[in-house]
């Protein structure tokens, strides 16, 4: 079986890998899609340009037609030559404003283009030819060849123009007109795409946050099976430490000169029944690691004086307090010390507070544990003058199993159960708590609990 350690680059250079290349096919896949959209959008405005221009040219001959013959020019059976004429008027005679604009809007339908927002004008052809010599135009035509100026100055081609001459082939007279069309291009682009762009990224944000989502878990996992190693390890030192002292107190008790004297029998039999309690007591941390794990925490409310129970923790606590030559402070000055509590879990929490800083402390010990109330909520504060916590330790404390790292991994006893159940019996009791510390000074557990 291949390492996690190992797998695991090689899983996110790969995840990477396939992400980028998503992103690289999509962005050339919507490029592509743009360009043949424009394209296509050249493509039928040229069509629209033609059928314009053949559209008014038609209307024009059949014009003049019908006025030096005096007949019909739509009959189907009246055949026309432009050769028989010996004049050859401009195109603007022939039509309004309002039928040109609506010979192009039927011709922009034709051809599947916005036939709601263009502009256009009919100039004269002449040398130098410009504004100048508009002959027709709509209401907006000049403003937007001005913003099409600007913007085409600026490197922006929001418009699309088509020019449409609008003379017979070989006719160079001054007579001669152009029809200029102007019409924009970006909103008919980002219309027809802009579902395919949005689905598009839609869908590659949804892979990278799939993907983030995926190293994260893995990370998390990878962190959950050090720190589930850790603890293997740790409760089999800690449970070891105990059998052999069992053991070798067992083996004592057989010794002759021992069975001899019952003063070393009992003093062996104290050994044992001690280390016995002791290992009960590690079985238990683990049953309540189960049970924190399933939520399935009975409490069994009842009326319950903190101070009185801050102080039998602290008298319990003696012996180790001793060993680090530690003292308790005690300042409690709630005035109403009484909340509705399970008094076995809440004695457990005051003590795993209190061990935990004793556990994680060098010799001269101080412990300060103040009371106060509010007009809601009863507070209690526990301090010590211990190692202290650095940030990541702080934000993982609450963590199953996490123990902070103070060198050797059983220089601490302890499965690192103690913090994770003080935060559920504190969160099942509708408590609060808040942890601040110092690196090298010392810690500070704030709880707070409701006394309505």
């Known amino acids: 079986m291949i390492p996690l350690k190992r797998i695991f680059p090689v899983i996110v250079v790969l995840i990477s890998l396939s992400l980028l290349g998503i992103i690289y096919i999509q962005y050339n896949w919507i490029k592509n899609a743009v360009l043949i959209k424009k394209d296509q959008l050249l493509q039928r405005s040229i069509s629209m340009s033609n ?8 209307r024009r001959q059949a014009a003049i037609l019908y006025k030096l013959d005096g007949k019909d020019p739509m009959n189907k059976g009246f055949n026309f030559d432009i050769n028989r004429l010996n004049v050859n008027p401009p195109v603007s005679d022939f039509f309004t404003v309002q039928e040109v604009k609506r010979c192009i809007q039927t011709n922009l339908r034709k051809n599947h283009l916005d036939s709601t927002k263009f502009e256009f004008a009919i100039l004269g052809v002449l040398p130098g030819s410009n504004l100048a010599n508009i002959k027709m135009q709509s209401a907006g035509f000049v403003k937007m060849y001005e913003k099409n100026e600007e913007d085409s100055a600026k490197g922006n081609k929001d418009y699309l123009i088509q020019v449409i001459p609008l003379a017979e082939q070989n006719d160079f007279s001054a007579r001669a007109e152009k029809l200029v069309i102007i019409m924009p291009t970006d909103d008919s682009v980002t219309k027809q795409l802009g579902i395919m762009i949005s689905g598009g990224v839609l869908f590659t944000m949804i892979i990278i946050t799939a993907f983030a989502l995926t190293v994260r878990t893995m990370l998390n996992q990878k962190k959950l099976s050090e720190i589930k190693s850790d603890f293997i390890n740790n409760m089999t030192h800690e449970l070891k430490t105990p059998l052999a002292t069992i053991s070798l107190a067992i083996d004592a008790i057989r010794n002759e000169k021992v069975l001899a004297e019952p003063k070393k029998i009992e003093y062996f039999s104290g050994i044992i029944k001690e ?11 683990i049953l309540q690691s189960a049970l924190l794990e399933k939520d399935e925490i009975g409490l069994k409310l009842q009326a319950t004086d903190v101070h009185a129970v801050i102080r039998n923790t602290t008298d319990n606590l003696s012996l180790q307090l001793a060993g680090k030559n530690g003292v308790v402070d005690l300042q409690l000055d709630a005035i109403n010390p009484v909340i509705m509590a399970d008094d076995v879990h809440f004695s457990n929490l005051i003590f795993n507070l209190m061990d935990n800083a004793i ?12 009371t106060y109330n509010t007009r809601k909520s009863l507070f209690i504060v526990i301090t010590d003058n211990g190692i202290g916590m650095s940030r990541d330790t702080i934000s993982r404390i609450f963590e199953k199993f996490y123990r902070a790292h103070t060198g050797n991994v059983h220089n601490v006893k302890g499965f690192g159960l103690g913090l994770t159940y003080v935060k559920a019996i504190v969160d099942a009791h509708k408590g609060k708590i808040k942890v601040e510390s110092t690196l090298g000074k010392g810690s500070k557990f704030t709880l707070e609990f409701p006394q309505e």
Not at 51 to 58: G, S
Request: hydrophobic residues 30%; aromatic residues 10%.
């Open 359 to 370: 556990k994680y402390s060098n010799d001269n010990l101080e412990i300060v544990i103040q």
């Open 275 to 285: 280390e016995n309690k002791r290992m009960n007591k590690q079985v238990e941390s």
């Open 51 to 58: 059928d314009v221009y053949n559209d008014m040219m038609y």
